[in-house]
């Protein structure tokens, strides 16, 4: 059994894999505020619920935006389960190159998910994550890491309207009957989910003209289930991508 634990600004995913299959996958908020303790508390609650006892986790592969999390993970992986974690990064031996002037500016998550979405479908690939920010990661026909596109997500982009606007409210994040609004929630709402359909399709039509080919599209991240029906060029939404990548990491490390 191990952990792939998933840091994100806004939420951390955890999964438990038991080599076939994922035992359990949980949301929590990215809170810095907890301790090592309080962290581990809620981490027992969900595996006790799964019916995994500590003893179980053979090992631990962390995936991390945010440096102060990933140091209470850490702990709590040498605290409790007595295991020292799998630091993912562009450091590591993946397996393939990293077209990044600097390989280890690129974020772990992003590359999870060229790591898994080229095991899943192959190259050339582009992979939009829907998260704090809306990521493009473009991949190879032989699996490189090409790069990538990086733009203000869903959620911030409504919170950000808010706080900037004093007459503009928070909103709901749901598409509205008709694109042009006739109150300021509806105005909002089809600005900020029709704009960010328009602009990920507009992105990727970029991206295949610069390639020159027609490559293919996928989704991941909290909010893809919400935005890839609108995007034609979306074939498919992969939710547990970065948890994959991930598991794939780790497997590919510890064989090595």
């Known amino acids: 059994m191990i952990l792939a634990i998933d840091i994100g600004n806004t939420h951390t995913v955890?999964?438990?894999?038991?080599g076939n299959r994922w035992f359990g996958v949980w949301r929590l908020s990215s809170s810095a505020r907890r301790t090592p303790d309080e962290v581990w508390h809620l981490l027992k609650s969900f595996l006790?619920?799964?019916?995994?006892?500590?003893?179980?986790?053979?090992?631990?592969?962390?995936?991390?935006?945010?440096?102060d999390l990933t140091s209470t993970y850490e702990q709590i992986a040498s605290k409790y389960l007595q295991r020292t974690p799998l630091l993912i990064s562009g450091l590591l031996n993946l397996g393939i190159r990293?077209?990044?002037?600097?390989?280890?500016?690129v974020g772990a998550d992003r590359l999870c998910n060229a790591i898994a979405g080229f095991a899943a479908y192959g190259g050339p690939l582009i992979i939009i994550d829907f998260g704090t920010a809306t990521t493009f990661d473009v991949i190879a026909e032989n699996g490189d890491y090409l790069g990538g596109v990086i733009?203000?997500?869903?959620?911030?982009?409504?919170?950000?309207l808010h706080r900037r606007a004093a007459m503009l409210p928070k909103i709901d994040l749901h598409f509205p009957k008709t694109i042009i609004g006739k109150e300021t929630t509806a105005s909002m709402q089809s600005g900020v989910l029709y704009g960010t359909a328009d602009a990920v399709e507009g992105m990727i039509k970029r991206i295949r003209n610069e390639l020159g080919s027609e490559v293919r599209a996928i989704a991941t991240g909290g909010l893809s289930g919400?935005?890839?029906p609108s995007c034609p060029s979306i074939e498919k939404c992969e939710t547990l991508l970065v948890l994959d990548g991930i598991r794939l990491i780790y497997e590919k490390v510890k064989k090595s």
């Open 48 to 67: 006790s619920d799964a019916g995994i006892a500590p003893p179980q986790v053979a090992g631990i592969a962390i995936a991390s935006v945010v440096p």
């Open 226 to 228: 919400l935005i890839a």
């Open 14 to 18: 955890v999964g438990a894999h038991d």
């Open 151 to 160: 733009m203000l997500g869903i959620e911030s982009e409504a919170a950000e």
């Open 98 to 105: 990293i077209h990044y002037n600097d390989p280890t500016a």
